[in-house]
């Protein structure tokens, strides 16, 4: 039911929203809503999805391994096309527009895994919650953001691999 000038699409989709939606393995953790501003459009290529989404997602420090909000704001290109319609014969070479296509069943597209799917997209691979985070302690796990702990007091031990520089050979 998409019109030939295209169709316009604002969304707001609010938490209580987004608890309605289908159970989907790449559903991200989020705080608050999604608001998406996008344009459907018919092309030869299929109907493409055109907008930018702003969103906060929950995600883990990889120092501290503290939760902590990540802002998002992105703007996506997808195409959509029919289950089969590149199913040909034989190896087939994947060009960069390739990246962007999604396929649908029937005459209902799913947004929301499109959108999920670029918000994933756009989560850092390595996330710190700030980047004066100071991680854990080494030696006992305590979150060094919180404060010292107590093994900083204590002399170190000496390295497990201490016992290796007796068997190196002298030249």
Not at 137 to 166: I, V
Request: contains cysteine; negative net charge.
């Amino acid at each position: 039911d998409i019109p030939e000038q295209g169709l316009q699409l604002e969304l707001n989709w609010d938490e209580a929203l987004l608890d309605t939606l289908p159970e989907q393995d790449c559903r991200p953790d989020l705080e608050g809503s999604v608001r998406l501003n996008a344009g459907l459009s018919l092309e030869e290529s299929g109907v493409v999805l055109e907008g930018s989404c702003k969103a906060q997602a929950i995600v883990e420090c990889v120092r501290c391994l503290e939760r902590f909000v990540y802002p998002l704001s992105f703007s996506f290109r997808c195409v959509f096309q029919p289950v089969g319609m590149n199913d040909l014969p034989g190896k087939q070479q994947l060009g960069p527009g390739d990246m962007e296509v999604m396929y649908y069943d029937g005459e209902r597209i799913d947004l929301a895994a499109a959108v999920f799917e670029q918000i994933h997209l756009g989560l850092p691979a390595y996330p710190h919650c700030s980047p004066e985070c100071k991680g854990l302690c080494t030696q006992c796990g305590a979150n060094l953001n919180r404060g010292a702990c107590d093994c900083e007091a204590e002399p170190r031990e000496k390295s497990p691999f201490a016992g290796l520089a007796k068997l190196k050979k002298k030249a």
